[in-house]
């Protein structure tokens, strides 16, 4: 069917960032790995936090938001036909505190 073809689709644009992993994205951050959970797909992290607190990260949700909003058209849409959110999911890897920033559907709709 369409969905279970749409789901496919996720599956393997998840599966293909997973064989990266872990990846460092700057400095401070590294992608541990994509999760699909039951209402969102998650972006996992862990942050260096000698150099970014995560005081600071929870404080700047929608700096963060706004930067991730630039890059992710493709992989929206295919969120979007599998009617899956989309989360952030930050860990810092000193204390375990963590900050998340969280798209529903409809926020990724309006994206697009």
């Known amino acids: 069917t369409e969905e279970e073809s ?15 992993c872990p990846m460092d994205v700057d400095e401070a951050t590294t992608l541990d790995k994509l999760t ?3 209402d969102k797909v998650v972006y996992n ?8 607190d995560m005081a600071t990260m929870r404080n700047n949700e929608a700096q963060m938001k706004q930067a991730i909003k630039g890059s992710l058209r493709l992989f929206l849409e295919a969120c979007v036909k599998d009617n899956k ?4 999911r930050y860990v810092g890897g000193t204390s ?5 920033y969280i798209f529903t559907v409809a926020e990724l709709k309006a994206l697009l």
């Open 85 to 88: 959110g989309l989360s952030y």
């Open 45 to 52: 992290y862990t942050i260096d936090e000698t150099k970014v």
């Open 36 to 38: 699909i959970e039951p």
């Open 6 to 20: 749409d789901k496919h689709k996720l599956e393997e644009l998840v599966n293909v960032t997973n064989v990266s």
């Open 96 to 100: 375990g505190e963590s900050a998340e």
